[in-house]
């Protein structure tokens, strides 16, 4: 279980982070709860969550990326937007699989120096950003995703009710077809998936959709004020003020009315694509000179 760091968001809210590569959050009520995605498939998943609530789990995926749904074969109701419930159960394209992988062992070679500056200078590393070494017998070299379709599949305005809160499942493609957001309406916590994240927001591989997705995002930053908390999937920031939709909002806008300054980036596999550069997040776009992105399913 070391390799997930659990944290206590508020009351009936934990994160479950991979570190530096994924953040799941567990909510419950007083009925049944919902794991927001089950990560990379990495270490087993579910006894962590067994240990944070006994009640019903429910896994709701924000959306079918492997990163995202590397645990689904360890829970028994599934349930994903209803694009992609085909998506979902398509087998892991072998060049996403090892790009990944590359991915992994980068940031474990980074992580000891990266801690050292840390240490010395900023002070923000915490156990639950802090990626630690792989679990023992753990073979990157043979890591895949084993699932299969949903049990179950929501569209825009479902509410998942958990007994004393309801999620209300938001449709907000752009960086995949199928990604969702999910609102606590008692809290009123948004749960963005990767549809907004606080550092590079990712619509440069081939599927992501950037009028799509600026509308998507200008849907989020509407409600801003309705929202007391944004809790993004990925990246050491867990969470940030409503005020940063509408800044990604503003970004996404830019880009694709092809306003933005771009300047040349590489990205989490190595591949050259372009980048608007903001003051709390950056959005990655493919460079139109070059061969399109990698595919994610075969």
Same mark, same amino acid.
């Given at each position: 279980?070391?390799?997930?760091?659990?944290r206590k968001?508020? /009351?009936?809210?934990? &994160?479950? !982070?991979?570190?530096a *590569?994924v953040?799941?959050?567990?909510i @419950? +009520?007083?009925?049944r709860?919902?794991?927001?995605?089950?990560?990379?498939?990495?270490?087993?998943l579910?006894p962590?969550?067994s240990?944070l609530?006994?009640?019903?789990?429910t896994?709701?995926?924000?959306?079918?990326?492997?990163?995202?749904?590397?645990?689904n074969?360890e829970?028994?109701?599934?349930?994903?937007?209803?694009?992609?419930?085909?998506?979902?159960?398509?087998?892991?394209?072998?060049?996403?699989?090892?790009?990944?992988?590359?991915?992994?062992?980068d940031?474990l070679?980074?992580?000891?120096a990266?801690?050292a500056?840390d240490?010395?200078h900023?002070h923000?590393?915490?156990?639950?950003n /802090?990626?630690?070494p &792989?679990? !023992?017998?753990?073979d *990157?070299?043979?890591?895949?995703?084993v @699932? +299969?379709?949903p049990?179950?599949?929501?569209?825009d305005?479902?509410r998942?009710?958990?007994?004393?809160?309801s999620l209300?499942?938001?449709?907000?493609?752009g960086?995949?077809?199928?990604?969702?957001c999910?609102?606590?309406?008692r809290?009123?916590?948004?749960f963005?998936?990767d549809?907004v994240?606080?550092g590079a927001?990712?619509?440069?591989?081939?599927?992501a959709?950037i009028?799509t997705?600026?509308?998507?995002?200008?849907?989020?930053?509407?409600?801003a004020?309705d929202v007391?908390?944004v809790?993004p999937?990925h990246?050491?920031r867990?969470t940030?003020?409503?005020g940063?939709?509408?800044?990604?909002a503003?970004g996404?806008?830019?880009?694709?009315?092809?306003e933005a300054t771009?300047?040349?980036?590489?990205?989490?596999?190595?591949n050259q694509?372009l980048?608007?550069?903001?003051?709390?997040?950056?959005?990655?776009v493919?460079?139109p000179?070059l061969?399109?992105?990698?595919?994610f399913t075969e």
């Amino acid at each position: 279980m070391d390799w997930f760091r659990t944290r206590k968001l508020s /009351d009936g809210v934990w &994160l479950v !982070a991979e570190p530096a *590569l994924v953040n799941l959050w567990l909510i @419950t +009520g007083t009925e049944r709860a919902v794991l927001l995605d089950t990560g990379c498939g990495i270490s087993p998943l579910r006894p962590v969550i067994s240990a944070l609530t006994d009640l019903p789990v429910t896994v709701v995926n924000t959306h079918y990326h492997s990163d995202h749904i590397g645990g689904n074969c360890e829970f028994d109701e599934i349930v994903t937007h209803e694009v992609g419930a085909e998506l979902i159960s398509k087998p892991l394209a072998e060049e996403w699989r090892t790009g990944f992988a590359s991915y992994v062992r980068d940031l474990l070679a980074c992580a000891e120096a990266y801690r050292a500056i840390d240490r010395k200078h900023f002070h923000l590393l915490e156990s639950f950003n /802090d990626i630690g070494p &792989l679990p !023992a017998g753990f073979d *990157l070299d043979s890591w895949d995703i084993v @699932t +299969g379709p949903p049990t179950s599949t929501v569209v825009d305005g479902d509410r998942i009710d958990l007994g004393d809160r309801s999620l209300i499942v938001m449709h907000t493609p752009g960086h995949t077809p199928d990604s969702i957001c999910l609102f606590d309406e008692r809290d009123s916590l948004l749960f963005t998936g990767d549809t907004v994240l606080t550092g590079a927001n990712l619509a440069q591989f081939n599927e992501a959709h950037i009028d799509t997705y600026a509308a998507s995002t200008r849907r989020l930053a509407d409600m801003a004020g309705d929202v007391s908390l944004v809790v993004p999937h990925h990246y050491g920031r867990t969470t940030i003020d409503p005020g940063f939709l509408v800044e990604v909002a503003n970004g996404m806008e830019e880009v694709a009315a092809g306003e933005a300054t771009l300047v040349p980036a590489i990205d989490l596999f190595d591949n050259q694509v372009l980048a608007a550069m903001y003051d709390r997040f950056s959005i990655l776009v493919a460079d139109p000179d070059l061969a399109p992105l990698l595919e994610f399913t075969e």
